[in-house]
């Protein structure tokens, strides 16, 4: 089955030097193609791009990028008296310019930057078409029902795209809003299109990397709102793709952390388990691979940890002894060296849990 989240397509920073051989050779081959359809009387037709630069196969940085986070302005900022622009979040941690190296006497809004910015975003990828009732002429003055519509899926990578760059700088706030708009975008789709595997799939990864961004920024009862959202969604969705299952599996692992750490041991416990259970599933229906092997051990030892704190000490026991026979029977490649480590760290937490056993009353 191939993946039906568009957002595996999002190029991280590291990666762009490594694609410019190919994209090269693409373009050349595309340019050939284009030229053989004209010369037999084919029509050629051409992908947009966007006029800046900012193409979500690809990073680059645009006239309306900060130079901290690599990300689209947000909260434009400017440096007095470089009049260099960032977003504020990321030149609120500077003294001195980080492109000129001036001393930073004070910091300024640039809002009419930034309304260029956000209009720029509002309209990339997309076609602004006005919305008229044809049974009436509209009136003089009348104010008209403006709606956007998605030109291409590409949208959605260009938006997380620039989410993940701002997430990476530690500038949240602005991965959020740019996710709260793909989000948006979706529901939309979600609302004409009715709950496609496609569009409930690629909102519960979104609303998961927000539920991300509201624990970056210590609001939990959002977080939890959003993984819980998140993982609503993905349940929708039937299907064997690994990487739906696992973001189902981890959003509702993170709403369990998000209780346990509240003390809600009785509510951790309950999404800890549901996580086991997708996990499990995977592997019975599926051929397991060791790293799979080791999510579900991982959930295993959450849902003892919590049995062990509520006094359910054998059951406890039982899962972690569970956990580890698991990983005993875990056979490892040769080049496997990151699973094996993780392999070895999950082991030793686990035999340390067994040896703090509660001892038995006296009789």
């Given amino acids: ?86 977003c504020k979040a990321c030149i609120s941690r500077f003294k001195d310019c980080p492109l000129c190296g ?44 403006v709606i956007y519509e998605d030109v291409s899926l590409e949208r959605g990578a260009f938006l997380v795209q620039q989410a993940m760059r701002a997430f990476r700088a530690h500038n949240v706030e602005s991965a959020k809003s740019r996710l709260s708009l793909c989000a948006e975008d979706i529901r939309e789709q979600l609302e004409r299109m009715g709950s496609t595997s496609e569009l409930c799939s690629q909102l519960g990864a979104v609303l998961g990397m927000m539920g991300d961004c509201c624990r970056a920024l210590g609001d939990v009862g959002a977080a939890v709102s959003y993984f819980e959202e998140s993982a609503s969604f993905l349940k929708k969705v039937q299907t064997d793709d690994l990487e739906i299952i696992h973001t189902l599996s981890v959003s509702l692992n993170k709403v369990g952390d998000l209780k346990y750490y509240d003390g809600d041991l009785q509510g951790a416990r309950s999404y800890y388990f549901q996580s086991l259970n997708v996990r499990r599933d995977a592997i019975k229906n599926t051929a397991s691979s060791p790293s799979q092997i080791l999510d579900v051990v991982v959930s295993l030892a959450k849902v003892a940890d919590v049995d062990r704190n509520i006094g359910n000490e054998d059951v406890a026991i039982d899962g972690f002894q569970e956990a580890i026979r698991l990983l005993d029977s875990l056979t490892l490649k040769s080049e496997e060296v990151g699973l094996e480590q ?22």
């Fill in 102 to 145: 001036a001393d930073i006497e004070k910091i300024e809004a640039d809002t009419n930057l930034q309304t260029v910015v956000d209009r720029f975003i509002e309209g990339h990828a997309r076609i602004k078409r006005s919305q008229v009732n044809k049974d009436q002429e509209e009136a003089v003055g009348e104010k008209k029902t």
């Fill in 342 to 363: 993780r392999r070895l760290s999950v082991l030793e937490f686990l035999k340390n849990q067994l040896a703090e056993k509660q001892p038995d009353p006296a009789p």
């Fill in 1 to 86: 089955m191939t993946p039906v989240c568009p957002f595996v397509k999002v190029a991280r920073p590291d990666e762009a030097s490594s694609k410019k051989v190919g994209d090269n050779q693409n373009k050349h081959q595309s340019g050939q193609e284009g030229k053989a359809k004209q010369e037999s009387g084919e029509s050629a037709t051409i992908s947009p791009k966007c006029p800046f630069g900012y193409d979500s196969q690809s990073f680059k940085l645009g006239p309306f990028s900060c130079m901290i986070c690599q990300a689209l302005l947000f909260e434009s900022s400017k440096c007095v008296p470089c009049s260099h622009v960032y």
